[in-house]
């Protein structure tokens, strides 16, 4: 059985905390997606590398060696090291909508594509038009 969990924090929860108190509790998984929307862009490469790090000290490896993110959104995933061997078809891929036709990326989604043990996972994080 595969032990998963995700966490979606706003600009009160995780962008601001410390990876142990966001997921205290990680070591009970295989599988963890971080994704954050609305961290501000001077950060958000500091940040991710601060959850890389954490998740790294807990015996975990990130599915990807890019860092998927996209204006201010970013989104890792990360599994078990000694599950990593069974990961295949790993990919990312990002989609920019929104101002100046797509240019600039504040709306649209980031995501991963990815089989495990013979199961196919798509981990998608969007940020769309109201309305």
């Known amino acids: 059985m595969l032990n998963m969990t995700w966490n979606m924090g706003g600009a009160n929860q995780s962008v601001f905390q410390r990876p142990e108190t966001i997921l205290p509790n990680v070591d009970k998984y295989d599988l963890v997606v971080f994704c954050a929307q609305e961290c501000p862009r001077k950060m958000k490469t500091k940040r991710a590398a601060e959850i890389e790090q954490y998740m790294g000290s807990m015996g975990f490896t990130t599915m990807s060696s890019e860092f998927l ?12 090291s000694e599950l990593f061997g069974h990961t295949a078809n790993v990919s990312a891929m990002k989609i920019a909508k929104g101002a100046m036709k797509g240019m600039i990326g504040n709306k649209g989604c980031i995501a991963y594509n990815f089989t495990l043990q013979n199961r196919h996972f798509n981990i998608i994080a969007t940020h769309l038009r109201h309305g």
């Open 69 to 80: 993110e996209m204006w201010e959104m970013f989104l890792l995933c990360f599994i078990k």
